[in-house]
């Protein structure tokens, strides 16, 4: 049976603040898509089937907000990437040295757009691998093998760009 | 790095986004009266949903964005939301500013052009620029210097000249603006020598240039030229001897009819408004033949339709003699009338639009010898602050010494008082008594006169509610305060209502919590929530280093918080100021090195959860910053000055997200 919006609401404020706070430039931006997607939800919660997932329901219209904010602010629409493996890490002098989550930051950046996306709707919005199949038109079962490649990828940047840091101190 | 570390490095950067609990707690109580109001309806189930629904998308709309709604609001019932200036420019020529998406342009005189954004300010080019306005996608600014007119590609960094004038010629090219992305609005000048001395102006014409076939035609007799895309109108100002003037004129009809006097006329992006400069003259009689004339300006919002108007600033006259001795003094006759004049305590220049139409951007000069130009943004809303907003308003004006506003939020603004001396607040509640609305802030203040000191004191205001919002009646000191400060002994005294008493003397620190050798205690904050006092030490002698120490008041325990040798990249580490933030979790202390110039200063930011610091200047790779000092703390935003390039500019450092934010 569908939860009371109300309840959504507190389930969800967290994960859906946070991935919105995780791809805007600052806390501003992030409490006005917050605000825009909790408007639409309650606008058509009624309309919302009872075997919905909710919370990717609601993520979707997060990532809608934060696409449609870029592209009134700058008249670029964030890119969605190409499909792509990518070959090996990038360089480490590209990466800013610093400690572990400074280093991990920067690695961040240098992932592909949808690797990116797997990563703000797994670990900052806690997605389940369906949750972010649904939100991304692709099947669980991917996600999941995605996510254990780009987290051993980011293994190896993140140790790149700290003993890189250490030989220079 | 396993994947296991990995995710676990993810978690932590998780934990590390900090969620705005005050949003979530008002969407909430929003979202709820919506729920009940839904409940409450006599209509039929779906044409009250619907009813329901549609009102709610609005109200929710217009409680959420100051500006939604489908009608335009009218100028005189926004309300001035924050007022604050941030970057102080020295006694120069004012140039104005422009602002797109977050960065503020900045043309300096004789310096060059600045961008001030989150990652600090830096000279975008020394080319000496007199004007800038930034076109409506934010990729292009059309500039003037010395009267010749041009493009600046903010991506590709390149400069175009489109008409040339100024040196040995008579015609200058000057106030370019955006028609459009490819239309330009410029004003060609011819001057003339004067018939007595200097110089007048023959002719001052606007036009509009289209950039992509060259074409130029002359639409109107001014300057200043402004679009507003919504009515399809030219907005300029029109000089004649009785004064200035601000026109509009559809650019299809031709007629022009005039909006207000007044100067520097600018519509704002979304083409519904028009802010200007208006000097408002008053002359009053003090005895027959002497009076006084005031000449006062202010910024001004008008509807493009001219419907509505109100100022947004509250100058007043710059009173620099007493008006009857000076009335008594002079030896009047009316046939040869004596006019004392008084301009207003400040001067506006060129105020500019945010591009998302909700704040203004004002050169504001103080009138008084020496003084400085300073960029001021003015805050925009339709709704009226609360009345702890207010509060929060008022404070922060009152330290960043915004006379002018925060005397603009009291009821009686002769009262106010300028202090420089509080570093920081914490709205503590609201309430009534007696019928009155109050809310209470705890201020904390720092006094550099003698020793360290750190006082707390309970304040309570009262407010009443008005048209133009909340403004404080009356402002009352509570009993509850704590002073804490070193005494000549040397020992640590605190202060209360119940009199004083030692907290402890230099020997009183452990051994393992002093550092060895020679020392001294360098600044102390009070924590009045966990009754407990951060302070730091000094270590004297080479290779100075600085520690920091908690005391308990309740338990009378010392606690090494951490012992720094170096903060960043400084070392030889020598202490000054320190605050806390109002929760107690973050500590902003001064510091320099022995190892650079003395009036050299930075400030290390340090989280005393985590144990460890950051220096935020240092994060500014391209800002050369010469000093950076304490402000103030609001909540767990520090407010920092920083002075690079003979400029002073203020920013704020978001403690917890560990980067700049909006100041």
Sequence with gaps: MKEPFIDMYEKYYDDVYRYARWKTPNSWDADDIVSEVFRKAFEHHRTLRDQTNPKAWLLTITRNAVTDFYRRKRNTIPSDGIEQESGDPPMVERLIRGDELDCLRSALQYLPEPDQEIVSLRYFAEMKFDGIGQVLGKPGSTVKVRTGRLLKKLGIMVRRCMEGADKNE | ?663
């Design chain 2, 1 to 663: 790095m396993n994947e296991q570390q990995v995710e676990h490095s993810l978690i932590r950067l998780k934990d590390s986004i900090a969620i705005n609990r005050d949003l979530q707690k008002k969407l909430r109580t929003e979202f709820i009266a919506l729920q009940k109001r839904y409940r409450k309806r006599r209509l039929s189930r779906w044409m009250a949903v619907t009813a329901a629904m549609t009102a709610a998308v609005i109200a929710l709309a217009i409680f959420l964005n100051p500006f939604a709604g489908t009608a335009v609001v009218s100028a005189a019932s926004l309300q001035v939301s924050g007022q604050g200036s941030f970057v102080d420019i020295g006694a120069v020529r004012p140039l104005g500013a422009e602002e797109y998406d977050g960065t503020v342009y900045i043309p300096v005189f004789d310096k060059g052009l600045y961008a001030y954004d989150s990652q600090g300010m830096h000279r975008i080019s020394d080319r000496r620029l007199d004007e800038i306005r930034v076109n409506p996608d934010g990729t292009k600014l059309a500039w003037a210097s010395e009267g010749t007119i041009g493009l600046y590609d903010i991506r590709s960094q390149t400069w175009t000249v489109l008409c040339e004038g100024g040196g040995a010629g008579n015609v200058y090219y000057e106030n370019p603006s955006w028609e459009s992305k490819r239309k330009l609005l410029f004003v060609r000048k011819e001057i003339a020598s004067g018939n007595a001395h200097g110089f007048e102006t023959k002719f001052s014409e606007i036009f509009e240039l289209d950039l992509d076939s060259g074409k130029q035609r002359k639409l109107a007799d001014g300057s200043f030229p402004s679009y507003s895309k919504k009515s399809d109108s030219l907005v300029y100002q029109k000089d004649s001897d009785s004064g200035s003037r601000i026109v509009i004129r559809p650019l299809d009809s031709g007629e022009e009819r005039i909006l207000d006097n007044g100067r520097f006329p600018s519509v704002s992006p979304n083409g519904s408004y028009v802010a200007y400069v208006k000097t408002d003259q008053n002359q009053r009689e003090l005895k027959p033949g002497a009076s006084v004339e005031t000449n006062v300006d202010n910024v001004w919002i008008a509807n493009i339709d001219g419907s509505s108007m109100r100022a947004v600033t509250s100058n007043t006259p710059w009173v620099q003699q007493d008006e009857k001795q000076w009335a008594n003094s002079v030896h009047a006759d009316p046939n040869v009338p004596y006019v004392l004049m008084e301009s207003g305590l400040y001067s506006y220049y060129n105020p500019s639009w945010s591009s998302d139409s909700q704040s203004l951007f004002v050169m504001k000069g103080k009138n008084a010898e020496g003084s400085s130009m300073s960029l001021t943004r003015i805050d925009l809303a339709k709704n009226i602050l609360p009345a702890e907003e207010t509060v929060k308003a008022f404070e922060r004006a009152a330290i960043s010494h915004d006379d002018d506003f925060a005397r603009s939020l009291l009821n009686h603004p002769a009262d106010y008082t300028p202090n420089s001396d509080r570093i920081g607040f914490r709205i503590a509640g609201s309430g009534t008594v007696s019928g009155r609305e109050y809310v209470e802030a705890e201020e904390t203040w720092a006094d550099t006169a003698g020793g360290p000191q750190s006082t707390v004191t309970p304040v309570r205001y009262y407010v009443d509610k008005t048209e133009r919002g909340y403004r404080i009646d009356s402002i009352e000191k509570l009993n509850g305060g704590t002073a804490v400060r070193q005494e000549n002994d040397d020992s640590v005294v605190l202060e209360t209502d119940s009199g004083n008493r030692v907290l402890f003397k230099p020997d009183d620190i452990p051994s393992n919590v002093a550092p060895a050798g020679k020392w001294k205690l360098a600044s102390l904050a009070y924590e009045p929530h966990t009754n407990s006092l951060l302070f730091t030490v000094q270590s004297l002698g080479e290779d100075a280093g600085v520690s920091l120490i908690r005391y308990d008041i309740s338990s009378h325990a010392f606690q090494l918080v951490d012992r720094m040798d170096h903060a960043g990249s400084l070392k030889n580490l020598v202490a000054g100021n320190l605050i806390l933030s109002s929760d107690g979790l973050y500590a902003a202390l001064e510091l320099s090195s022995n190892n650079e110039p003395p009036n050299r200063s930075h400030v290390l930011v340090y989280d005393l959860k985590k144990k460890s610091g950051l220096v935020p200047d240092e994060q500014l790779a391209e800002t050369p910053v010469e000093s950076t000092r304490i402000f103030y703390m609001d909540g767990r935003t520090l407010h920092l000055t920083m002075n690079s390039e003979g400029m002073n500019m203020q920013f704020a450092w978001d403690a917890a997200d560990k980067k700049f934010v909006r100041p």
